[in-house]
């Protein structure tokens, strides 16, 4: 039997390194594709804007944070990323999450542990 795919798994699930990659292709999309993506996630526009502008970490990883805190999954940061065809982060996460979040992957990291 196996287990639920990758899409079943929450957002904060996914590995440092993954997150890191997927924020680094992602911050550096032009500001109205960043924007596109942006909204999908935070649909108030004052509270995107406030999120976009904070700063530090990067604003990626503050939109991605609100996703997080709502309990969001792969799947759906994989259809967002779908919907909007970009596939560079969205390979990102779909190569990573079926890999490392596989019942059978888990597993195994923690037997190499």
């Known amino acids: 039997m196996s ?4 899409g079943a798994h929450y957002v904060y699930e996914l590995p440092a390194r993954v ?18 993506f ?10 995107l804007r406030l999120l976009e502008n904070r700063g530090e970490p ?3 990883e503050n939109v991605v ?4 805190n709502r309990n969001g999954t792969v799947g759906q940061l994989l ?7 970009l596939w560079r982060a969205r390979d990102i996460i779909l190569s990573s999450s079926v890999a490392t979040l596989s019942p059978q992957g888990l597993q195994q990291s923690e037997e190499k542990a």
Request: a negative charge; hydrophobic letters at 40%.
């Open 38 to 47: 942006a909204s999908c996630i935070v649909t108030d526009m004052t509270e």
């Open 19 to 36: 997150m890191c990659d997927f924020y680094r292709v992602m911050d550096s999309l032009g500001g109205a594709d960043w924007a596109r």
């Open 79 to 85: 259809d967002i990323l779908t919907s909007l065809g």
């Open 58 to 60: 990067g604003r990626t």
């Open 65 to 68: 944070w609100h996703l997080i």
């Open 3 to 6: 287990g639920p795919g990758p």
